[in-house]
T-cell receptor, first 115, second 114 residues
Framework: SAVISQKPSRDICQRGTSLTIQCQVD?????MFWYRQQPGQSLTLIAT?????????ESGFVIDKFPISRPNLTFSTLTVSNMSPEDSSIYLC????????????FGPGTRLTVL | GENVEQHPSTLSVQEGDSAVIKCTYS??????FPWYKQELGKRPQLIID?????GEKKDQRIAVTLNKTAKHFSLHITETQPEDSAVYFC?????????????FGKGTLLTVNP
């Protein structure tokens, strides 16, 4: 498995502000992803965090709103910019440890409330 | 892209009964199908997965079946217990390489009544 931590675990923010969420893994992993899970809903992939290059965003998500960094193989950040109440969600990072393996492990999530 | 449909959205069973959750996928290239269990306020946890080169996989009380021709796969839980109560998500992807990304179903809320 993989030990994944996220900071903060939860936050309450004012609209118009930005929040950066950190994801730390206990060892190097090949793939890192960011998901959004709105209340009572399924998991929606925001983007694949690529080490040393720009993230790959899914349809409906843009870099200006959700800038992502991945400076190394164990760490990534997701920023939720210019927040509105519609951004209230749980944000989860996930990892795939090695090329050729498929198991995806999830972090504990960050519960964001925007007022 | 891939689309995954999951049914039912809610399922209530009596303790000891079996529970079955079904998913269909659209992309015939998908070859990896995991199932996740998410308890309230917790992260999704992988409980079982199956690859397209097998038709069935079992792990104690949990089994998954895959029909590639019909593009559907199912989760079977036998002898259900109250601690099985959670939301279950199916997912699909083409494994390996740059095309790997999980597409999730909408989830099934399973309630096991004592």
């Amino acid at each position: 498995s993989a030990v994944i931590s996220q900071k903060p675990s939860r936050d309450i923010c004012q609209r118009g502000t930005s929040l950066t969420i950190q994801c730390q893994v206990d060892s190097q992993v090949t793939m890192m992803f960011w998901y959004r899970q709105q209340p009572g809903q399924s998991l929606t992939l925001i983007a694949t965090a690529n080490q040393g290059s720009e993230a790959t965003y899914e349809s409906g998500f843009v870099i200006d709103k959700f800038p992502i960094s991945r400076p190394n193989l164990t760490f990534s950040t997701l920023t939720v910019s210019n927040m509105s109440p519609e951004d209230s969600s749980i944000y989860l990072c996930s990892v795939v440890r090695h090329v050729g393996t498929d198991t995806q492990y999830f972090g504990p999530g960050t519960r964001l409330t925007v007022l | 892209g891939e689309n995954v449909e999951q049914h039912p959205s809610t399922l209530s069973v009596q303790e000891g009964d079996s529970a079955v959750i079904k998913c269909t996928y659209s992309d015939s290239a998908s070859n990896y199908f995991p199932w996740y269990k998410q308890e309230l306020g917790k992260r999704p946890q992988l409980i079982i997965d199956i690859r397209s080169n097998v038709g069935e996989k079992k792990d104690q009380r949990i089994a998954v079946t895959l029909n590639k021709t019909a593009k559907h796969f199912s989760l079977h839980i036998t002898e259900t217990q109250p601690e099985d109560s959670a939301v279950y998500f199916c997912a699909a992807t083409l494994s390996g390489g740059s095309n790997y990304k999980l597409t999730f179903g909408k989830g099934t809320l399973l309630t096991v009544n004592p």
